[in-house]
């Protein structure tokens, strides 16, 4: 996923690559599958070749390490988004944040893969339980990303775990594959 791809569409359809789908969840199974895919990234970062190298040349796709970090990060920022979200009457405006500005600076290439698991299964376990802990009409709590596009509690919370489950299927794809 680029910075310029809008991938909201997921919302409404499968994804035909990684299969997952947005409505296929009641609300509150959101927080057990959350903490479930937080496993499997430990699991899947715990693999030796989480850590491979790309082929020389290609740029374009992060190796399994990389993805881990990056989900890390998306969690903990959609975690952040949430809570604004349920403290403002006022829907706030979400900053713009690039993904791939964050992988350089954070040297996601350089990472322990054993710590990135379990910050991410961390993240992944606190973020579930604030969702646990939404009631009634928060989850129509809403929140409006800095291109306009508002989300609820709810749709945010399915569009972040797409995200997740989507690059863990990345990840495995390039470790199986």
């Not at 680029?2 to 991938?7: A, H, L, T």
């Not at 970062?45 to 989480?50: I, M, N, T, V, Y």
């Not at 706030?92 to 910050?119: G, I, L, M, R």
Request: charged share 35%.
């Amino acid at each position: 996923m680029g910075v310029d791809d809008d991938w909201t569409w997921v919302l409404e359809r499968p994804c035909d690559h990684c299969g997952y789908q947005a409505d296929a969840l009641e609300r509150d199974e959101l927080g057990g599958r959350i903490r479930g895919v937080g496993g499997a990234w430990r699991e899947t970062l715990g693999r030796g070749s989480a850590v491979s190298r790309l082929r020389d040349g290609d740029d374009r796709i992060w190796t399994p390490l990389q993805y881990g970090c990056h989900v890390s990060d998306v969690v903990k920022l959609f975690d952040e988004r949430t809570r604004q979200m349920l403290k403002k009457r006022k829907p706030p405006t979400f900053t713009d944040w690039d993904q791939e500005e964050e992988a350089v600076k954070s040297d996601y290439a350089k990472q322990d893969p054993a710590k990135v698991a379990y910050d991410l299964a961390s993240s992944a376990g606190k973020y579930a339980d604030l969702l646990d802990r939404v009631n009634g009409d928060e989850w129509q709590n809403e929140g409006i990303r800095s291109d306009g596009e508002r989300f609820t509690v709810e749709s945010l919370a399915r569009y972040m775990l797409h995200e997740v489950e989507h690059h863990l299927w990345d990840a495995r794809q390039q470790i199986d594959g």
